[in-house]
């Protein structure tokens, strides 16, 4: 197998919609927490379960890469492990 990098990047810089994860939390009582205090700044939330019995925590609607950078830097004193995630595609309801 040979592989030739054609362009350097990450593939998903120009993907037109973004997020921030700002934890992914086992205890209920720690995403209702982590919600309520982004709300409370005037974020949109997103949660969306993960495995082993997590609950991700996601700030939402953000049109971007550099501005999901610019808010998880912004979120990082607050929530440590904030990081920018693209979203996950939508789901398409009418297949199985």
Do not use: H, I
């Not at 005037?42 to 609607?61: D, K």
């Amino acid at each position: 197998v040979r592989l030739a990098v054609v362009r350097w990047g990450d593939g998903m810089m120009a993907y037109p919609c973004w997020e921030v994860q700002v934890g992914a939390f086992a205890r209920p009582e720690n995403v209702e927490r982590a919600v309520a205090t982004l709300r409370k700044s005037g974020w949109t939330t997103r949660t969306a379960p993960a495995g082993g019995g997590l609950t991700r925590v996601r700030v939402t609607g953000l049109s971007g890469r550099a501005r999901a950078l610019e808010v998880a830097r912004g979120l990082s004193a607050d929530f440590p492990g904030a990081m920018a995630v693209p979203c996950p595609p939508a789901v398409d309801e009418g297949r199985p």
